[in-house]
């Protein structure tokens, strides 16, 4: 531990299936932290006494193996990077992502306008901002609804409440 500077500010943590589901409010904590060292297992992970001894936060990707825990690490960084300010050129583009709402993100288009015959929605390039707003608003419902109906389930659980508050 001398090595990185001491125990202050540090953070150890080993992708592995135990630990807790990542998910991008994990990726916001860990952001702010200022020493972050990411173990990473092989086949069947690492010796139980360096997690008992070093490891701080066990952190899962998901319900599935994966050859080494290289990949999981890569994804918890680069999932963490993005999110420290003067990374991207635009913190705002981090912060409008998916999962970083309520709702999975709407459709994105771009040029040329029309590709084989499927045209961006009209109210795309209407330049009637609020229009947009809603238009992208139900498209998010929409795909949230349909693709992810956890998330979906968890979005009208956050309305109702916010309902009952008022």
């Known amino acids: ?22 998910s991008h409010e994990l990726a916001i904590e860990n952001s702010s932290v200022k020493k972050l060292i990411v173990i990473c297992g092989h086949y069947k992970g690492i010796d139980e006494r360096v997690i008992e001894k070093y490891v701080s936060h066990e952190y899962s990707i ?9 990949i999981p690490g890569m994804i918890l960084i680069d999932s963490i990077v993005r999110l420290i300010p003067g990374v991207l050129n635009k913190i705002d583009s981090a912060m409008s992502d998916t999962f970083s709402g309520d709702l999975l993100d709407a459709p994105h288009y771009t040029q040329p306008r029309e590709i084989d015959g499927m045209a961006v929605p009209d109210v795309l390039i209407s330049g ?14 929409e795909r949230t609804k349909e693709r992810r109906p956890d998330i979906w389930k968890h979005y009208l659980k956050l309305n109702e409440s916010e309902k009952s508050d008022e």
Request: aromatic share 8%; hydrophobic share 25%; net charge negative.
């Open 1 to 22: 531990m001398e090595n990185v500077g001491g125990t202050d500010g540090l953070r150890i943590v080993y992708p592995s299936p135990q630990g807790q589901t990542w």
């Open 62 to 70: 998901g319900d599935f193996v994966v050859t080494s825990g290289e």
């Open 128 to 141: 009637h901002h609020k229009k947009i707003e809603e238009w992208r608003k139900a498209r998010q419902e």
